[in-house]
């Protein structure tokens, strides 16, 4: 199996610099006020690098199947639900109505949905996955657990299941503050 590097040329050939502190006003002050704040010390750009990261093994792993990460998630939702409307879809994967939208139609123009007039709400549009959809869909299953697993195979089972239970805590501690519910 090829190591992660040659999966993801385009993101781990760039270098990481843990010293590195972001240039302005700021680089000489942490939260307290003290400390320089390094990018490696921030969660938000460890957590856009580790997304990058998984694209990257995401899109490597799963390129045969011209399926992007969030229409993966949109198709697994389908597979889910069996049919859903976009705005259940789009609560479901988290994302805009507009942005599930555009994945939809592209869906559909490769035969993989179906999206019709709901019954109950013409306005709503209710989605399905075709037959070439769902033999898609299983196709994928392997490749991209693989992705999955290798995003965090770093880490020991234990802090792998620890990763994941904090990332949920988070989620769910932002969604409970926000007023939108549980994590997905």
């Not at 990261?53 to 899109?59: C, D, P, R, S, T």
């Amino acid at each position: 199996m090829a190591g992660p590097s040659n999966r993801c040329a385009g993101i781990l050939s760039v270098p990481f610099s843990r010293n590195l502190a972001y240039v302005s006003g700021m680089a000489n002050r942490s939260t307290s006020g003290r400390d320089p704040w390094p990018l490696s010390k921030r969660p938000g750009f460890l957590l856009r690098r580790l997304h990058q990261i998984h694209v990257a093994l995401f899109a490597g792993n799963c390129a045969r199947f011209d399926v992007t990460p969030v229409q993966y998630s949109l198709m697994s939702a389908l597979a889910l639900r069996v049919a859903a409307d976009q705005t259940t879809l789009a609560s479901d994967v988290a994302l805009d109505r507009t942005t599930v939208t555009g994945a939809l139609k592209r869906l559909q123009k490769r035969g993989l949905i179906k999206r019709v007039a709901s019954r109950s709400d013409r306005r709503a549009q209710e989605c399905r996955l075709t037959p070439a959809g769902t033999r898609v869909l299983a196709e994928m299953e392997r490749p991209a657990r693989q992705a999955h697993h290798d995003t965090i195979a770093a880490l020991t089972a234990r802090e792998q299941a620890q990763f994941i239970a904090l990332m949920v805590q988070l989620i769910e501690a932002h969604a409970a503050a926000n007023g939108e519910g549980a994590a997905r």
